[in-house]
C-alpha cells in the first residue's frame, strides 16, 4: 500500500459533508477550510453575507464543495431555519462544528440578564439545538462527527470568564452527554480547547499588548495561538481515524493548559 492511499484511508473526507456554524472568520474558517480540502463537502453558517461569500469563494477557488447559509444563531426559530437550508445543501451532514460564538465579558457585578441570555444562545443553546436536529440521523446512519470549540475558561478564570466561560463549561458537558447518548451508534462528540488565538473573536484583548505578550509567555510553545492551528486536529476528529475518541475535551493550546 503506497503511503499516499494509506494517509487517504486514515484522513481522507471524501463523499462526507459538514456544516460549521461561526465558518466565515477565525477558527471556524480554519476548520472549514481544513475540512473541505480534505475532500468534504462544507457547508459554512454565520451571519455576515460578505465574510462568507469570501470564505466560499477562496474553498471554490481551490476546487472545493463550498456553500453558504447566512443565519441568526441567536434565536431558537434562526437556529432550526439555519439547519434546514444548511441541510437541504449537500444532504444530511455526517459533521457539525459548532465553533459560533459570541465573546461579550462584563465583570460579573456588571452581568445582566440581557448578555447572559444572549451567550448562552449563541454559544450553548445553538449547539444543542443543531446536535438534536442532525445528531439522531447520524446515529441511524451509523457514522457521525460533532465537534465544539470550546475555551480555556470552561477550565478556568481569567480576564473576565463571566458567562462566557459559564457557557464553553456547560459546552463541554454537552458534548460528554452527546457522547453517551449516540457513541454506540457510531457518533462521536467532542471539544477542542483552544489557548488565547488571535482572532476577530479576541480582538478587544488582543489591543492589550501587554496581557498578549504574557499570555504568550505561559504558552510552553512561546507564542500565542492561530487559527490554521485548529486544522490538523479538526481533520483528524472529523474522520473515521478517531471514531475511539469521544467525550473529550482535548486542548489545542500550545501547553498553555500545561503551565
Known amino acids: 500500500m503506497t503511503s499516499q492511499r494509506h494517509l487517504a484511508e486514515m484522513f481522507s473526507l471524501d463523499g462526507l459533508v459538514a456544516v460549521v456554524t461561526g465558518g466565515?472568520?477565525?477558527?471556524?474558517r480554519a476548520i472549514a477550510g481544513a475540512?473541505?480540502?480534505?475532500?468534504?463537502?462544507?457547508?459554512?453558517?454565520a451571519r455576515r453575507e460578505a465574510e462568507l461569500a469570501a470564505a466560499v469563494d477562496e474553498l471554490a477557488a481551490d476546487g472545493c464543495r463550498a456553500a453558504w447559509v447566512s443565519a441568526d444563531l441567536g434565536t431558537r426559530d434562526g437556529v432550526r431555519a439555519a439547519a434546514e437550508r444548511a441541510a437541504g445543501v449537500f444532504g444530511e451532514p455526517d459533521i457539525l462544528v459548532n465553533s459560533a460564538g459570541i465573546n461579550l465579558?462584563?465583570?460579573?457585578?456588571?452581568?445582566?440578564?440581557?448578555?447572559?441570555?444572549?451567550?448562552?444562545?449563541?454559544?450553548?443553546?445553538?449547539?444543542y439545538l443543531l446536535?438534536?436536529?442532525f445528531g439522531p440521523g447520524m446515529a441511524e446512519r451509523g457514522f457521525g462527527r460533532i465537534i465544539h470549540v470550546s475555551s480555556q475558561q470552561a477550565h478556568r478564570a481569567f480576564v473576565q470568564s463571566g458567562a462566557y466561560?459559564?457557557?464553553?463549561?456547560?459546552?463541554?458537558?454537552?458534548?460528554?452527554?452527546?457522547?453517551?447518548?449516540?457513541?454506540?451508534?457510531g457518533v462521536t462528540c467532542n471539544a477542542l480547547v483552544p489557548g488565547f488565538v488571535l482572532t476577530p473573536l479576541n480582538s478587544r484583548l488582543a489591543s492589550d499588548q501587554e496581557t498578549v505578550a504574557a499570555l504568550a509567555r505561559r504558552t510552553l510553545v512561546g507564542r500565542n495561538g492561530l487559527a490554521e492551528d485548529f486544522a490538523g486536529a479538526a481533520v483528524f476528529l472529523a474522520g473515521r481515524s478517531s471514531g475511539?475518541?469521544?467525550g473529550q475535551a482535548i486542548f489545542v493550546d500550545g501547553g498553555f493548559s500545561a503551565h
Do not use: C, F
Open 24 to 28: 466565515s472568520s477565525g477558527i471556524g
Open 35 to 45: 475540512l473541505a480540502r480534505a475532500g468534504a463537502g462544507v457547508v459554512i453558517v
Open 105 to 127: 465579558r462584563p465583570p460579573m457585578g456588571e452581568l445582566d440578564d440581557a448578555v447572559w441570555d444572549a451567550t448562552m444562545a449563541v454559544n450553548l443553546e445553538a449547539p
Open 131 to 133: 446536535g438534536q436536529r
Open 165 to 185: 466561560g459559564v457557557s464553553k463549561g456547560a459546552l463541554e458537558s454537552l458534548a460528554r452527554s452527546q457522547a453517551e447518548a449516540w457513541s454506540p451508534h
Open 244 to 246: 475511539y475518541i469521544t
